[in-house]
């Protein structure tokens, strides 16, 4: 996560904003300060504004919260998907020591596909209806590597096959709406990974499928990554996908960071009253049928007209106690911790309203 030691320095030049400086970035992924805002008739819509994270190779970080907290956004962003001339990005997005926001879009367009890669969140709308499953793969193949259309191919039907489709051979040369669900997201992730990427960002991508299906799926994530050691984005709204498989945790709302840390102390020791409300919400096995969730009151704010401060004080039971400003003044992340939480309420505090509040009905 965030405090990592960077002595060194590194000038990175801009176009729009000048020449940068700033420490030379440690991890594999360095993201700081990123900001992706869109104009539109009703006002500027703050998607994502101001995340900041690192990951390593062979960690998988976990970005979760409700829809419209910014997710996507941000992974896009990382990709550079975003339309230049329709969104307003900024920020630095390092990888392995080099600068995507301000490199060339061709530059970008090298990397994507063959160093960073994503599983998109709904494969049948992401691949392309018209052509076969293996052609789709092929090109993605021959985009990055200058071999024959029947090396390709071959490469095509080992990943199929590699992550569990049968009779990959023949299925190669099916279309997409011939898969089932399950099949057709093992299929987006054998395009993601044709060319080993070493970031890997996974997008919802148990989402309507099967309990049964989605244990597969992220098993199959799990595995792959052990086997190319890639870093790993599981972008969910899902506390469950994270739990099986993320390292660290970043919790989003209102386009913000509002906690983070490791998976052990965001599910154990969680302090931000927002990730109180995630938890409290999630199905659990080991209780009654009859055990009502918690949700959390309220609707996520707008992304045009976010509240003063504390974007999530509308919607927190434990807002302006003691005179704590969180109406007024917008809380920030503790530097340099192993767990960030950005929360007015004081940490002493914090810890004991969730030991005696929050923990036992968790």
């Given at each position: 996560?965030?405090?990592?030691?960077?002595?060194?320095?590194i000038?990175?030049t801009?176009?729009?904003?000048?020449?940068?400086?700033?420490?030379?970035?440690?991890?594999?992924?360095?993201?700081?300060?990123?900001?992706?805002?869109?104009?539109?008739?009703?006002?500027?819509?703050?998607?994502?504004d101001?995340?900041?994270?690192?990951?390593?190779?062979?960690?998988?970080?976990?970005?979760?919260?409700e829809?419209?907290?910014?997710?996507?956004?941000?992974?896009?962003?990382?990709?550079?998907?975003?339309?230049?001339?329709?969104?307003?990005?900024?920020?630095?997005?390092?990888?392995?020591?080099?600068?995507?926001?301000?490199?060339?879009?061709?530059?970008v367009?090298?990397?994507?596909?063959?160093?960073?890669?994503?599983?998109?969140?709904?494969?049948?709308?992401?691949?392309?209806?018209?052509?076969?499953?293996?052609?789709?793969?092929?090109e993605a193949?021959?985009?990055?590597?200058?071999?024959?259309?029947?090396?390709?191919?071959?490469?095509?039907?080992d990943?199929?096959?590699?992550?569990?489709?049968?009779?990959?051979?023949?299925?190669?040369?099916?279309?997409?709406?011939?898969?089932?669900?399950?099949?057709r997201?093992?299929?987006m992730?054998?395009?993601?990974?044709?060319?080993?990427?070493?970031?890997?960002?996974?997008?919802?991508?148990?989402?309507?499928?099967?309990?049964?299906?989605?244990?597969?799926?992220?098993?199959?994530?799990?595995?792959?990554?052990?086997?190319?050691?890639?870093?790993?984005?599981?972008?969910?709204?899902?506390?469950?996908?994270?739990?099986?498989?993320?390292?660290?945790?970043?919790?989003?709302?209102?386009?913000?960071?509002?906690?983070?840390?490791?998976?052990?102390?965001?599910?154990?020791?969680?302090?931000?009253?927002?990730?109180?409300?995630?938890?409290?919400?999630?199905?659990r096995?080991?209780?009654?049928?009859?055990?009502?969730?918690?949700?959390?009151?309220?609707?996520?704010?707008?992304?045009?007209?976010?509240?003063?401060?504390?974007?999530?004080?509308?919607?927190?039971?434990?807002?302006?106690?003691?005179?704590?400003?969180?109406?007024?003044?917008?809380?920030?992340?503790?530097?340099?911790?192993?767990?960030?939480?950005?929360?007015?309420?004081?940490?002493?505090?914090?810890?004991?309203?969730?030991?005696?509040?929050?923990?036992?009905?968790?």
């Open positions: 996560m965030k405090g990592a030691d960077m002595s060194s320095t000038t990175a801009d176009s729009t904003e000048g020449p940068r400086l700033g420490p030379l970035p440690s991890a594999f992924l360095d993201v700081r300060d990123l900001r992706i805002h869109f104009p539109t008739d009703d006002g500027l819509v703050r998607a994502v101001g995340i900041s994270f690192t990951l390593e190779r062979g960690r998988t970080l976990g970005i979760v919260g829809s419209g907290s910014g997710k996507s956004v941000t992974s896009l962003g990382i990709l550079g998907l975003h339309h230049r001339g329709r969104a307003r990005v900024s920020g630095e997005v390092w990888l392995d020591g080099e600068e995507l926001i301000s490199a060339p879009a061709e530059r367009r090298q990397l994507r596909g063959q160093r960073m890669a994503m599983i998109f969140q709904d494969p049948l709308t992401a691949m392309h209806p018209y052509f076969t499953v293996g052609a789709q793969i092929i193949y021959r985009v990055h590597h200058k071999v024959a259309k029947s090396v390709a191919r071959k490469r095509a039907i990943l199929l096959g590699r992550v569990g489709i049968p009779q990959p051979a023949r299925r190669v040369d099916d279309y997409p709406h011939q898969f089932s669900g399950g099949m997201q093992r299929a992730i054998a395009m993601a990974l044709v060319n080993n990427p070493e970031l890997l960002i996974a997008d919802e991508p148990t989402t309507a499928l099967d309990v049964t299906v989605q244990a597969q799926i992220l098993d199959l994530i799990r595995d792959l990554q052990e086997e190319f050691g890639s870093a790993v984005i599981m972008i969910t709204h899902d506390l469950g996908v994270v739990a099986e498989l993320a390292d660290d945790i970043l919790v989003m709302y209102g386009g913000k960071c509002v906690e983070e840390g490791t998976a052990q102390t965001i599910f154990r020791r969680p302090e931000h009253p927002y990730a109180w409300g995630l938890l409290g919400s999630m199905p096995v080991d209780r009654s049928v009859r055990d009502r969730l918690i949700p959390i009151k309220g609707s996520p704010p707008s992304l045009i007209n976010l509240p003063g401060g504390c974007a999530f004080h509308p919607r927190c039971p434990y807002q302006g106690r003691n005179g704590i400003p969180c109406r007024t003044e917008v809380p920030t992340l503790a530097e340099g911790s192993d767990h960030g939480v950005a929360c007015h309420i004081p940490p002493s505090d914090r810890r004991r309203i969730f030991a005696e509040d929050i923990a036992p009905a968790l």
